[in-house]
């Protein structure tokens, strides 16, 4: 499966009513532009299938994701050394996806092992799109001016 295949795969998954812009919710002004990204014509927003979920800000081809999600819905006992063999990324990089996967879909994945593999595989592709990475408020985070005075 190649990047556009995934990416058309996970658009479908995300938005099975239409594409709907995350910052603002609208779904009818939603320009298509080159390279899988959207524009909301009501906010002036530029995202993707990206925008908001675990893959925000990874340089991992989205066809490695699905393949370390497919890797982690059919093992039970999935390494970073075994999952960076099978997807071809650095222990480094296995290490981290494994990580937010596990964070996404909840520490109890192992638990729809009755249901059939794909099955498996769309149920947990939907948790980690429905999985909202909050990204903190920089204007909270800058330091504040401490003024004393000293009275002689």
Not at 31 to 51: A, H, I, P, Q, S
Not at 93 to 122: F, H, I
Request: aromatic share 8%; charged share 20%.
């Amino acid at each position: 499966m190649n990047e556009i295949l995934t990416r058309v795969y996970l658009e479908a998954r995300r938005w099975p009513n239409g594409i709907c812009c995350p910052a603002c919710g609208e779904t009818g002004r939603i320009t298509t532009r080159k390279g899988g990204y959207f524009r909301c014509n009501r906010c002036k927003t530029d995202f993707t299938v990206r925008t908001g979920t675990i893959f925000q800000r990874s340089h991992v081809p989205l066809d490695k994701w699905l393949h370390a999600i497919h890797v982690l819905a059919t093992s039970r006992n999935v390494t970073s050394i075994g999952l960076a063999k099978a997807i071809g990324v650095t222990q480094k990089t296995a290490w981290l996806m494994l990580r937010k996967l596990r964070k996404a879909c909840g520490d109890n994945a192992y638990t729809y092992l009755v249901n059939t593999p794909q099955e498996l595989l769309d149920e947990m592709v939907d948790r980690v799109l429905a999985y909202r990475v909050i990204q903190p408020d920089l204007a909270a985070l800058a330091p504040t001016p401490v003024t004393s005075f000293l009275q002689r």
